[in-house]
């Protein structure tokens, strides 16, 4: 509120997730913190997909004069909670009853099967994922704020220990405490707030017809990122631009393989060129595709996709320090939450 | 022999996979109509919409789609010994499903795509399947 100049008594609107936020800090809480009478509370899909979708939801309250400041929110405790995120699929009943009987409870375990399979067709891949823990440790460093705080070289990328072959402790996200916030409100009401207001050009969210139980291990070949080529298609056209206009990328890199993945099924290449991609160097800051310039969620900490935002808006404002990039005028958040996809785009 | 070794708790609809594991056999929900296998179990055809399910007993014999070497003791995950291998199986006369399962009787530097495999079935403490290669199978067939 404070970096918005908004007073918090203004919002009364309070926008989240649909999945992990209300059973845990629900609108209602939020709304009484920050002393503000709601009109209007909603949420979509989980996680990072919910994240960027968050925008669709507070827009149409601004546009239906349901609200006139909207507040959306997202925040974990998975870094201190007892089972951190591999709790959360214990919701599933086919993944409690016919695949934790085996072992098979965690994310690392579900993408792993999908980095088996990759590797097995493009061997290249393995020094993909080494570039990706290295880059965004380099990305992380350059911020004062990220919980990784030793730097991963290929040397010690290489010598991390193995979690579920082939992915190592630096292929996986970090588990982190924290949350993160933005305020949405009209273009009359932004421009004497404190601070210059980024734009939402667009918001979309895709999701397949297949349910969470299924996608890990039923879905096509496993190669294939459900809903990311359709999101990104609607956001691209709500937004009226090209790939080749994004300055950067904040992709949601919950491991080095699904980063990979995401860059093909956003269409930055083509399938089964994602490693080439990452390896050309396409992705580094100086590249034709900078991708999470605060060290994502393999590096700056795991909230889920809230901190891509923040740090998108960061680089469009031009408060990104160490890290600025050079005049970054379009870019865009994704959150992949299997089968959700959400894409955002803000401009300048 | 045995107790019926299903959880009170478990959706219904799940329940046929337990019932033939205990009887010794593997079996996956089929669409009578249209006559596609799918997995998980649904009440009602993912693909037709048809409530016309049969649970068919197969061969069992499977190949190896993917695998991971777990070597992390995950939060919330009973005590196991590490490292073990979860697998994805397919089945020849079950395309459609692929099953999640415990690699057994091998090394994980053996593994490979399409590995022929056979099930271990075990009663105790519930009933589970795990796969082993068919080579490792029939060594101890002769044995």
Not at chain 1, 55 to 60: R, S
């Amino acid at each position: 509120m404070d970096d918005a100049g908004i007073r918090p008594s203004e919002v009364d609107g309070v926008v989240s997730d649909a999945g992990i936020m209300p059973n845990t800090v629900p609108a209602e809480f939020v709304a009484a913190h920050l002393g503000a009478n709601r009109r209007f509370s909603c949420g979509s899909s989980f996680g990072g997909a919910g994240i960027c979708a968050a925008p669709m939801l507070a827009e149409a309250a601004l546009a239906g004069g349901h609200a006139s400041v909207v507040v959306c929110y997202f925040g974990v405790d998975w870094g201190s909670a007892p089972s951190g995120p591999y709790g959360f699929h214990d919701a599933y009943p086919a993944k409690r009853t016919f695949e934790k009987p085996y072992g098979f409870i965690a994310q690392p375990s579900y993408f792993a099967l999908w980095a088996r399979r990759y590797l097995n067709r493009h061997p290249e891949a393995l020094a993909a994922f080494a570039e990706l823990a290295v880059l965004h440790s380099e990305n992380a460093q350059k911020t004062t704020r990220s919980q990784l705080r030793n730097p991963t070289t290929l040397e010690s990328y290489y010598n991390s220990p193995v979690v579920s072959d082939p992915l190592r402790v630096r292929d996986c996200c970090l588990i982190s405490d924290g949350a993160g916030a933005f305020v949405m409100t009209s273009r009359s009401r932004a421009r004497d707030c404190r601070k210059r207001p980024v734009h939402v050009l667009a918001s979309a969210l895709a999701a397949p017809p297949i349910t969470g139980d299924d996608v890990f291990t039923q879905n096509g070949n496993l190669t294939e990122l459900p809903g990311a080529s359709e999101a990104m298609t609607a956001a691209l056209s709500m937004a009226n631009i090209d790939r080749s206009d994004l300055d950067f990328a904040q992709i949601y890199d919950c491991f080095t393989i699904s980063c990979v993945l995401q860059l093909e099924g956003l269409g930055f290449c083509g399938e089964g060129e994602g490693a080439s991609y990452v390896l050309d160097g396409h992705v580094r800051r100086n590249g034709r595709l900078p991708i999470n310039t605060h060290g994502g969620l393999l590096a700056y900490s795991y909230r889920l996709g809230i901190e891509h935002v923040v740090e998108a808006v960061r680089q469009l404002r031009g408060e990104a320090g160490a890290g600025q990039l050079d005049d970054p005028q379009v870019g865009i958040v994704t959150g992949l939450s299997m089968p959700d996809y959400g894409v955002m785009v803000l401009g300048r | 022999m045995t107790e019926a070794p299903v959880n009170g708790t478990m959706a219904q609809e799940f329940r046929p996979f337990f019932e033939a594991l205990a009887g010794g056999c593997i079996s996956f929900p089929r669409c009578d109509t249209c006559g596609r296998f799918h997995w998980y179990p649904r009440y009602w055809c993912p693909y037709c919409g048809s409530v016309a399910i049969q649970w068919r007993k197969i061969d069992g014999r499977g190949t190896l789609y993917s695998w991971t070497t777990v070597h992390h003791a995950f939060s919330g995950d009973p005590p196991r010994p590490l490292p073990y291998i979860v697998g994805l199986v397919e089945f020849a006369d079950a395309p459609g499903v692929r099953l999640i399962t415990n690699i057994v009787g091998t090394d994980p530097a053996r593994l490979f795509e399409n590995m022929p495999l056979a099930p271990v079935i075990s009663l105790t403490p519930q009933p589970t399947v795990a796969f082993e290669p068919v080579e490792t199978a029939s060594e101890v067939a002769h044995s």
